[in-house]
Protein backbone atom coordinates (compact mmCIF):
# COMPACT_ATOMS: atom_id res chain seq x y z
CA UNK A 1 0.00 0.00 0.00
CA UNK A 2 3.05 2.28 1.13
CA UNK A 3 4.21 1.63 -2.50
CA UNK A 4 1.68 2.40 -4.33
CA UNK A 5 1.14 5.41 -2.61
CA UNK A 6 4.71 6.61 -3.15
CA UNK A 7 4.25 5.98 -7.40
CA UNK A 8 0.59 7.67 -7.43
CA UNK A 9 2.25 10.24 -5.84
CA UNK A 10 5.22 10.99 -8.23
CA UNK A 11 3.16 10.14 -11.12
CA UNK A 12 0.80 13.24 -9.85
CA UNK A 13 4.21 15.57 -9.06
CA UNK A 14 5.42 14.31 -12.42
CA UNK A 15 2.62 14.84 -14.39
CA UNK A 16 2.26 18.40 -12.60
CA UNK A 17 5.73 19.31 -13.51
CA UNK A 18 4.82 18.31 -17.16
CA UNK A 19 2.38 20.17 -17.36
CA UNK A 20 3.70 23.40 -15.60
CA UNK A 21 7.02 23.30 -18.23
CA UNK A 22 4.52 22.70 -21.21
CA UNK A 23 2.43 25.52 -20.27
CA UNK A 24 5.49 27.63 -19.86
CA UNK A 25 4.11 28.32 -15.78
CA UNK A 26 7.55 30.12 -14.67
CA UNK A 27 6.12 32.65 -17.51
CA UNK A 28 3.15 33.05 -15.23
CA UNK A 29 5.55 34.82 -12.44
CA UNK A 30 6.83 37.24 -13.96
CA UNK A 31 4.99 40.77 -15.67
CA UNK A 32 5.93 39.74 -19.25
CA UNK A 33 2.48 40.83 -21.09
CA UNK A 34 3.38 38.01 -23.44
CA UNK A 35 2.77 35.50 -21.37
CA UNK A 36 -0.65 36.10 -21.07
CA UNK A 37 -1.06 35.06 -24.10
CA UNK A 38 0.59 31.61 -23.68
CA UNK A 39 -2.43 30.19 -23.91
CA UNK A 40 -3.94 30.52 -27.79
CA UNK A 41 -7.68 31.78 -26.38
CA UNK A 42 -5.72 35.02 -25.09
CA UNK A 43 -4.34 35.71 -28.36
CA UNK A 44 -7.52 38.01 -29.11
CA UNK A 45 -6.82 40.09 -25.71
CA UNK A 46 -2.82 40.26 -25.92
CA UNK A 47 -2.67 42.02 -29.42
CA UNK A 48 -6.09 44.25 -28.41
CA UNK A 49 -3.48 45.16 -25.87
CA UNK A 50 -0.40 45.78 -27.58
CA UNK A 51 -2.73 48.35 -29.81
CA UNK A 52 -4.28 50.34 -26.77
CA UNK A 53 -3.01 53.22 -25.28
CA UNK A 54 -2.12 51.17 -22.01
CA UNK A 55 0.42 49.35 -23.56
CA UNK A 56 3.01 52.03 -22.56
CA UNK A 57 2.34 52.41 -19.32
CA UNK A 58 0.44 48.97 -18.21
CA UNK A 59 0.89 45.47 -17.95
CA UNK A 60 -1.64 42.54 -17.70
CA UNK A 61 -0.85 42.19 -14.09
CA UNK A 62 -0.99 45.83 -13.57
CA UNK A 63 -4.57 45.95 -14.30
CA UNK A 64 -5.25 42.07 -13.51
CA UNK A 65 -3.92 41.25 -9.75
CA UNK A 66 -3.67 43.66 -6.98
CA UNK A 67 -0.81 45.71 -6.51
CA UNK A 68 0.33 44.15 -3.27
CA UNK A 69 2.87 41.09 -3.44
CA UNK A 70 0.95 38.53 -1.46
CA UNK A 71 -2.16 39.41 -3.19
CA UNK A 72 -0.70 39.57 -6.25
CA UNK A 73 0.52 36.14 -6.20
CA UNK A 74 -2.26 34.91 -4.22
CA UNK A 75 -3.96 36.05 -7.46
CA UNK A 76 -1.88 34.70 -10.08
CA UNK A 77 -1.71 31.09 -8.18
CA UNK A 78 -5.43 30.84 -8.40
CA UNK A 79 -6.50 32.39 -11.53
CA UNK A 80 -3.00 30.36 -12.67
CA UNK A 81 -4.87 26.93 -11.97
CA UNK A 82 -8.81 27.86 -12.82
CA UNK A 83 -7.59 29.03 -16.44
CA UNK A 84 -5.53 26.03 -16.69
CA UNK A 85 -8.39 23.60 -15.47
CA UNK A 86 -10.47 25.40 -18.13
CA UNK A 87 -8.16 25.50 -21.00
CA UNK A 88 -7.71 21.62 -20.47
CA UNK A 89 -10.84 20.77 -20.16
CA UNK A 90 -12.03 23.29 -22.94
CA UNK A 91 -14.95 24.26 -20.51
CA UNK A 92 -14.69 27.88 -20.66
CA UNK A 93 -17.48 30.18 -21.86
CA UNK A 94 -16.90 32.31 -25.10
CA UNK A 95 -16.17 34.84 -25.33
CA UNK A 96 -14.30 34.98 -21.65
CA UNK A 97 -15.77 37.18 -18.96
CA UNK A 98 -14.26 38.31 -15.71
CA UNK A 99 -15.53 36.63 -12.73
CA UNK A 100 -16.58 39.81 -9.79
CA UNK A 101 -13.82 38.92 -8.32
CA UNK A 102 -11.51 40.06 -11.09
CA UNK A 103 -13.67 42.84 -12.15
CA UNK A 104 -13.35 44.22 -8.69
CA UNK A 105 -9.45 43.63 -8.99
CA UNK A 106 -9.45 45.78 -11.74
CA UNK A 107 -11.76 48.47 -10.72
CA UNK A 108 -9.32 48.78 -7.74
CA UNK A 109 -6.77 49.57 -10.18
CA UNK A 110 -8.09 51.84 -12.17
CA UNK A 111 -8.70 53.76 -9.01
CA UNK A 112 -5.41 53.39 -7.48
CA UNK A 113 -3.88 54.73 -10.87
CA UNK A 114 -6.29 57.04 -12.28
CA UNK A 115 -6.82 58.76 -8.77
CA UNK A 116 -7.22 62.67 -10.10
CA UNK A 117 -9.91 61.53 -12.48
CA UNK A 118 -11.32 59.38 -10.20
CA UNK A 119 -11.67 62.43 -7.72
CA UNK A 120 -13.41 64.11 -10.48
CA UNK A 121 -16.38 61.95 -10.13
CA UNK A 122 -18.16 64.49 -8.33
CA UNK A 123 -18.90 66.20 -11.51
CA UNK A 124 -22.07 66.60 -12.96
CA UNK A 125 -22.20 64.10 -15.33
CA UNK A 126 -21.44 61.17 -12.92
CA UNK A 127 -23.25 62.85 -9.65
CA UNK A 128 -26.58 60.93 -8.53
CA UNK A 129 -25.18 57.81 -9.54
CA UNK A 130 -25.45 55.37 -7.36
CA UNK A 131 -22.72 53.11 -7.77
CA UNK A 132 -19.98 54.40 -10.16
CA UNK A 133 -17.59 51.58 -11.78
CA UNK A 134 -14.61 52.79 -13.99
CA UNK A 135 -14.75 48.91 -16.20
CA UNK A 136 -18.93 49.46 -16.42
CA UNK A 137 -18.29 52.61 -18.61
CA UNK A 138 -14.72 52.04 -19.83
CA UNK A 139 -14.15 48.51 -19.73
CA UNK A 140 -12.07 48.01 -22.77
CA UNK A 141 -10.20 50.49 -22.65
CA UNK A 142 -6.96 48.54 -21.79
CA UNK A 143 -7.35 46.15 -24.97
CA UNK A 144 -8.46 47.90 -28.04
CA UNK A 145 -7.48 51.07 -29.10
CA UNK A 146 -9.27 54.13 -27.50
CA UNK A 147 -9.31 58.07 -27.43
CA UNK A 148 -10.21 60.03 -24.34
CA UNK A 149 -14.69 60.60 -25.06
CA UNK A 150 -14.61 57.87 -26.97
CA UNK A 151 -16.40 55.50 -24.76
CA UNK A 152 -20.04 56.15 -23.84
CA UNK A 153 -21.77 54.59 -20.76
CA UNK A 154 -24.57 52.36 -21.32
CA UNK A 155 -26.89 53.98 -19.55
Not at 68 to 90: A, L, R
Not at 103 to 114: F, K, L, S, Y
Not at 122 to 133: D, I, M, N, Q, Y
Request: net charge positive.
Amino acid sequence: LGVLAIVLLGATLGLGAYTFAYAKGWSYLTDDAAACANCHVMHEQFDGWTKSSHRSVAVCNDCHVPADPIGKYKTKGENGFWHSYYFTTQSFAEPIRATPKSRGIAEANCRRCHGPVVQAMGTPSHAGREELSCIRCHGSVGSVPTKIGRWICPE
